[in-house]
C-alpha cells in the first residue's frame, strides 16, 4: 500500500508494475461513508482508451471490486481519469480495425459487453467524473455508472460518434441510452454521433449533474456523499428531462409504445434522404434500438439484458466487417496524422512561428468568411478594404454566421458580440505593423495582386508571414514581388469558409520551411484539415474537381438531363450533384478556371464549350440566382429552368447514356489525372490525395478517397476503360504514363 494524493490509499495489483487504474480509498467524509476513487490513467498514451490490454487489466480489477462489495468496504466508488481534457476516448480503433469478420468483431463487442456489464452490476453504486472527452466505449462505461456528473469545461463532452467509423454503439450504448434520455433523444445522439458538452447533457437527462470544473473532483465526492442514501436506492439524481429535448417536442409521444413505429419509420427516412443507403451503421443502430428498446428509466437485467446485448453485438459484428466501416476508420487515421504534422517532411525542422494577430485584404464572400473564422477561434483580425460599404458587407456576412451560431444555441449573445467585436474594419494599414499574418482574398487577377502585395510589404514587419488565398494562380510568380519572398505562402480556402474543412497549403520555389509550418499549424487552430501541396496550375483539388465538372458539361452537351446528371453522381456518393456544384462555385469562375488549366496541361483539360454560353447569357450561377438551374425564394430553392436547354442549345435526352458511363466518365479523368500528381509531386502520397478530395470535394468518405476507389477497379480496369473512352473522345481520357506504369506492374496506389 502507498499512501497517495489527498492521503488516499493506492491498492494496485502488485502483479502489474505499470496499472492502467489506481483504485484507492478516500478519506472519510461527513457521516463517515466509506468512499473510494478509482483513476483511469493509461501509461504512455495522451488519452484514456480500452485496448485488450486494459480490457484484461479491468477484469481483473472487478474481481477485486465484486469482493470489496460483498465485504461491505465500499459505499460508492467514483470513476475518475488521470488524463487532461479526457475520460476515456472510447474503443482502441486500431483493435477494431484489425478484425477480419463478422463474430471476430462480434466476439469483441461482446467481450467488452460482459466487462460493462460486470460494472453494472457491482454492489455498490458507481459514479462517472467526466472531466474531458467520454466518447464511444467512455460513454457507454459511463451509462452503465450508477450516475454520471459532468464538468461545465468545455472539454468535457460525451457522446457515442460510431457512425462517424461506419459502426454502431457496441458496448450496451444502443441499449442503455434510450433508457436513460428517452428514444428521441438518443435516436438523434446516435444516428448523428455528436457530443454534448456537460451542461446540455445534464438538461438532456444523460448528466445528473453539471459541476463547475474549478476544483472539480473534490466537488464530485461531496455531491456523491450527500446523494450517498439516493444512490444506493438507485433513484434518478437529476431532473426528470422534458423527453422531447433534444429529440425535438414529439419526444414524449414516442416513449408510448404505439407511436414507436411512426418514429422509426421517421429516423430511417431521415437517415436514407442523407446518405442513399451508403452508410450501413445508422440503419443497423435504428433496428437494434427497434429490438431491444423498453420503457423509458428501466434498467435491464439478466437474461432479457444478455439478450439484448447480444443482439447489439450482431449488429456491431455485421458493421465492423464490412468495407464502409474499413474506409472510414482509414479516414479517420488519416485525420490523426494531420494533428500530429507539423507539414514538414519527416526530419525537416524548423523555427516554430506564433500566429496571435491576423489581418485579411478583402471584404468580399472569402475575405469576410476567413475573418469570421479567425474570430470564431478568438484570434482578433483586421479585415482591409477599400471603402466602408465594402467592409460593411464583410462585417454582415461574418454577424450573419455568429447569428446561426446563436440560433443553434452554440454560442450565447455575449459570445456573439465578444466573438464580432474580434474583427477589426479598416481602410488603410494601421495596425498591420504588429500584425503576424496577413491573408489576402481580393480579386483574382495576378496583377493586381502584385500591385497589392508590392504596396503591403512596406506596412508589415520583416517576420510577418504573407498568404494568398488564391484557387488556380502561381505563388512562385507572385512572390517575386517581394524582397522577402520566404515569407510569401498559398492558403487556399474552400468556399463557404466556415464549412468546409480542407485548406490547401502551398509552398512556392522560395517559401521558407517556417511559412509553411506556421501556416499548416495555424489551419488546425481555425479547426480545418491542411495539407501541403506544391505549386502548380490548380494546385490539387481544382485541378482533380475540373476534369470531373468539365466531363459533366460535355455529358449534358450530348442530351444528358441536368437532373439526370446530377442524381447519378448523388447516387454514387456525391454530397453534391457536378451541376449544382458548378454553380455553387460560379460558372464564370469553372470558366476562368478550366480555361488556365487548358493553358497549362493542353487538349486533356480543353473546356467544354457550354460554360461560356451560360456565361454570355449571364447564368453566373446560385451568387445571381440563375445558372445550370434557377435560385429562387429567400432560401434560394434550386429549380430547373428549362431555357437552359435552349441557351445551351442541347436537346435533352433523358437516359441517352447507361449510369455506368456518367460515372467513369466524371470519375476516371480525376483518376488520372491523380496519378500524374503523384508522379509530379503535388503531394507525396495517395492518402493525401484522398483526404485532401474527401475533405475539398466530398469524394464519398465510405469509398476511402478518389484514389481508395481506383484501387477497388485496380490499374488494368482503370486502363482499359479510358482507352475504350480514348478511342471515342481522344486526348481527355488518354492514360497518363504513370497509370500505364502502375497496369504494367499491377501496382495499386496503396500498398495495404
Known amino acids: 500500500m502507498i499512501r497517495g494524493e489527498y492521503g488516499r490509499i493506492i491498492m494496485t495489483q502488485t502483479q502489474n508494475p505499470n496499472p492502467a487504474f489506481r483504485l484507492e480509498s478516500a478519506p472519510a467524509l461527513k457521516g463517515g461513508a466509506k468512499l473510494w476513487t478509482l483513476t483511469f490513467d493509461l501509461p504512455g498514451e495522451k488519452v484514456n482508451k480500452l485496448s485488450r490490454k486494459v480490457m484484461t487489466e479491468v477484469d481483473t480489477l472487478l474481481v477485486e471490486l465484486e469482493e470489496k462489495g460483498r465485504k461491505g468496504e465500499i459505499d460508492a466508488l467514483v470513476l475518475f481519469s488521470g488524463k487532461p481534457g479526457n475520460f476515456i476516448a472510447g474503443a482502441d480503433i486500431e483493435m477494431i480495425q484489425s478484425v477480419k469478420t463478422a463474430h471476430e468483431a462480434e466476439e469483441l463487442s461482446r467481450s467488452g459487453q460482459v466487462l460493462i456489464d460486470r460494472w453494472e452490476d457491482l454492489p455498490f453504486p458507481t459514479i462517472a467524473a467526466i472531466n474531458g472527452a467520454a466518447l464511444g466505449g467512455g460513454c457507454e462505461f459511463a451509462l452503465a455508472s450508477t450516475a454520471i456528473v459532468m464538468s461545465n469545461d468545455p472539454a468535457a463532452k460525451i457522446g457515442l460518434p460510431e457512425v462517424l467509423l461506419g459502426l454502431c454503439p457496441g458496448m450496451g450504448g444502443c441499449v442503455r441510452l434510450p433508457r436513460k434520455v428517452g428514444l428521441a433523444a438518443s435516436l438523434d445522439l446516435i444516428l448523428t454521433g455528436k457530443t454534448l458538452s456537460g451542461d446540455r447533457a445534464a438538461k438532456a437527462g444523460l448528466a445528473d449533474a453539471c459541476l463547475p470544473k474549478e476544483n472539480f473532483n473534490d466537488s464530485v465526492m461531496n455531491w456523491t456523499a450527500t446523494r450517498l442514501s439516493a444512490l444506493k436506492a438507485g433513484k434518478r439524481i437529476a431532473k426528470e428531462p422534458k423527453l422531447g429535448g433534444i429529440g425535438g417536442p414529439v419526444g414524449d409521444l414516442l416513449e408510448k409504445t404505439p407511436a414507436r413505429a411512426i418514429a422509426f419509420k421517421k429516423a430511417r427516412e431521415g437517415v436514407l434522404s442523407k446518405t442513399h443507403g451508403h452508410y450501413p451503421g445508422p440503419l443497423e443502430a435504428i433496428q437494434i434500438i427497434q429490438d431491444t428498446v423498453g420503457e423509458y428509466g428501466d434498467k435491464l437485467r439478466g437474461r432479457e439484458r444478455e439478450a439484448a446485448m447480444k443482439r447489439e453485438a450482431q449488429g456491431f459484428g455485421r458493421l465492423a466487417a464490412t468495407d464502409v466501416s474499413k474506409n472510414l476508420i482509414r479516414l479517420f487515421f488519416l485525420t490523426e496524422e494531420v494533428k500530429k504534422s507539423k507539414g514538414l517532411p519527416e526530419g525537416v525542422k524548423s523555427r516554430e512561428v506564433k500566429i496571435r494577430r491576423a489581418s485579411v485584404l478583402g471584404a468580399g464572400v472569402m475575405g469576410g468568411g476567413i475573418a469570421q473564422l479567425f474570430a470564431d477561434k478568438n484570434l482578433p483580425i483586421r479585415m482591409k478594404d477599400l471603402n466602408s460599404k465594402a467592409l460593411a458587407l464583410g462585417m454582415q456576412a461574418a454577424a ?353
Not at 485548406?503 to 489551419?523: C, N
Not at 476516371?668 to 478530395?693: H, K, Y
Open 400 to 752: 450573419k454566421i455568429f447569428s446561426k451560431q446563436v440560433q443553434k444555441k452554440k454560442i450565447n449573445r455575449r459570445e456573439f458580440l465578444q466573438k464580432l467585436n474580434l474583427i477589426a474594419p479598416v481602410t488603410d494599414f494601421s495596425g498591420f505593423r504588429s500584425t503576424d499574418l496577413v491573408v489576402e482574398a481580393i480579386v483574382e487577377n495576378i496583377d493586381v495582386k502584385k500591385k497589392v502585395f508590392q504596396e503591403l510589404e512596406g506596412q508589415i514587419s520583416n517576420e510577418c508571414i504573407v498568404a494568398s488565398n488564391t484557387s488556380s494562380l502561381s505563388i512562385s510568380a507572385m512572390q517575386k514581388v517581394f524582397e522577402h519572398p520566404e515569407r510569401f505562402v498559398g492558403m487556399h480556402f474552400f468556399n463557404p469558409v466556415h464549412k468546409m474543412p480542407l485548406v490547401e497549403v502551398i509552398r512556392g520555389e522560395r517559401t521558407s520551411d517556417e511559412a509553411v509550418s506556421a501556416v499548416f499549424q495555424l489551419s488546425k487552430t481555425l479547426g480545418k484539415t491542411p495539407i501541403v501541396v506544391k505549386d502548380a496550375p490548380g494546385f490539387l483539388v481544382n485541378r482533380l474537381l475540373m476534369p470531373y465538372l468539365n466531363e459533366a458539361v460535355y455529358l449534358l452537351s450530348e442530351g444528358v438531363p441536368i437532373p439526370e446528371l446530377d442524381q447519378t453522381l448523388l447516387d454514387f456518393g456525391m454530397p453534391m450533384g457536378p451541376m449544382e456544384l458548378i454553380d455553387e462555385v460560379g460558372v464564370d469562375v469553372g470558366d476562368k478556371v478550366s480555361h488556365i488549366l487548358h493553358e497549362a496541361f493542353g487538349d486533356r483539360m480543353l473546356p467544354a464549350p457550354l460554360n461560356g454560353k451560360a456565361v454570355a447569357a449571364g447564368r453566373l450561377g446560385k451568387k445571381n440566382g440563375k445558372g445550370l438551374y434557377s435560385y429562387e425564394g429567400p432560401k434560394k430553392s434550386k429549380v430547373l429552368d428549362p431555357s437552359i436547354y435552349e441557351i445551351m442549345g442541347v436537346k435533352p435526352k433523358p437516359h441517352c447514356l447507361s449510369t455506368e458511363e456518367i460515372i467513369e466518365r466524371c470519375i476516371l479523368p480525376m483518376i488520372n489525372e491523380a496519378s500524374r500528381c503523384l508522379e509530379e509531386g503535388i503531394v507525396s502520397t495517395a492518402a493525401e490525395v484522398d483526404l485532401g478530395m474527401i475533405m475539398g470535394t466530398g469524394f464519398p468518405p465510405f469509398r476511402g478517397g478518389l484514389l481508395r476507389y481506383a484501387d477497388t477497379l485496380g490499374p488494368r480496369t482503370l486502363v482499359d476503360r479510358l482507352r475504350k473512352y480514348e478511342a471515342r473522345f481522344g486526348a481527355r481520357f488518354a492514360p497518363a504514363p504513370a497509370l500505364l506504369a502502375r497496369a504494367q506492374n499491377e501496382q495499386k496506389f496503396y500498398s495495404k
